[in-house]
């Protein structure tokens, strides 16, 4: 009699066990597609930010050669130029963050 309880606990825990180990393969399987989705939206999230960044930039330098066409700057005035335009674009980055 208490052999056959003690074989009943071993196979109740060894089944048990294999139920463990099943869910936590899905739940590996689930963190696995999860995941590749996250790595799927950061880079498109990524894209999406350079592009906008790039655009930025386009337009900075043909506001710049439409003032240079118009009359020649001062090295100075560039410079501020350049700067008013920079930190407006990372003021909206950080706005839009």
Do not use: P
Request: hydrophobic share 35%; proline share 0%; with cysteine.
């Amino acid at each position: 009699m208490q052999r056959s309880v003690a074989t009943s606990a071993n196979a109740y825990c060894q089944a048990e066990h294999l139920n463990c180990r099943l869910a936590l393969e899905e739940i590996e399987k689930q963190k696995a597609e999860l995941e590749a989705k996250r790595e799927v939206v950061h880079f498109f999230e990524n894209r999406m930010r350079w592009e906008d960044q790039a655009k930025r930039k386009d337009e900075i330098f043909d506001e710049i050669r439409e003032r240079h066409a118009d009359d020649d700057l001062t090295e100075e005035e560039y410079s501020v130029t350049i700067f008013e335009k920079v930190r407006q674009g990372v003021r909206e980055r950080w706005i839009n963050s």
